[in-house]
């Protein structure tokens, strides 16, 4: 029956992302209800054309098409299509410099922007986390092997672990972490030969994180590492960090430490905060009251229109503008407008996560779909999935 599907004219056009999915995830589907007799040969095959649709997560026209194709709608029993809709729904995302990557439900990756970062990208199924740099991306399958695509010039791809086991994947500007299940850690990409000798070894490492150029990981033991040509240690209480282009702003104990002289203009010392983000040369901070703190550079007007309401949960940050998500899924952008970077932002509810490239934004919505809006001078909107 799989070469039915193949036959396809319209499976056989289809982009090769599409491909993929269409015959080794959806497939499984078919495969199951054409066992069971609610489908035939002749309404397998038609119903396979249209998967496109379905990859596209565009339930109404697959009922529609179905219907206007005189396609045996009683024996197409209507839980199947709302069974591979509900696989081709995004349930992560990330934001590289230009580029923007999502995860579906069914472990395929979607990448839409510029051409140079999407290089490579895998086409396979059963991935379960993604992470972005500057021009690549990496991805951890459930085996727990990394796949790595998108720009290598500066040698961001070169060397990546080849084994098994890895639980969590960071990138940085142009390097990568992994953490393997044994509580090792794993660097590679454009690093300096400080920041590879830095690079805490041994076991019992239970978290990681990325700036632009430094890294952190979290031990079991509650001590915390940052490091690139240098390091610095603290103990854990309730850490985690942002790095911008030159600075790098730390939360931990609820308390910010920015490291930079250049760039703390203003910057809090105290006040309950619970994550924190960095653009270029500034840097926001989420309070657990849900309020907004700001600081660093305005030159490129980062702080401008800076909200002050008390209803955020999540931020994110781009080169010279920040995204807030508060409590009802709406989103709020301030900072610089001068590359459109506000520009197409959603104005309805319902989102559940957010994402800044260097002049682009993305977010996730509730129902599975992905909006992306800003600049898109370096082709960083061209190919979203909307």
Known sequence: MDKLIEDSDVIKNLPENMKITALNVNFELLTDYYNNKYIDDDNLLKLA????????GELEKVLITIKQRNINYDMLNSDLIREISELNKF???????????ALRRDGTIVTWGNNNQRKDIPLDNGYVSIACGEDHSIALRKDGTIVTWGDNFLTQRDNPPTDSGYIKIACGKDHSLALHKNGNIAIWGRCTQPQKDNTPKGDGYVD???GYYYSAAIHK?????IWDDDIYEMDNMGFSFAEGSYHLAILNDSNIKTLSDDYIKDSPD?????SVASGSYHSIALKSDGTVV????????????HPVTNEFVAISCGNFHSVGLNKNGNIVMWGSDICDQRY???TTDGYIAIACGDYHSIALHKNGSVATWGNNTYFQLYDSPI
């Not at 054309?49 to 596209?56: D, P, S, T, V």
């Not at 349930?91 to 990557?101: L, R």
């Not at 033991?221 to 590492?225: A, E, P």
């Not at 600081?295 to 401008?304: A, F, I, T």
């Open 221 to 225: 033991n509650g001590t915390v590492i």
């Open 270 to 274: 105290t006040g309950n905060f619970v």
């Open 91 to 101: 349930i992560k995302i990330a934001c590289g410099g230009y580029h923007s990557v």
């Open 344 to 346: 197409g932002c959603p």
């Open 49 to 56: 054309e249209y998967m496109n649709y379905l990859i596209c």
């Open 208 to 210: 990681i994180a990325c």
């Open 294 to 305: 700001t600081w660093g550079d305005d030159s490129q007007l980062q702080r401008e229109d």
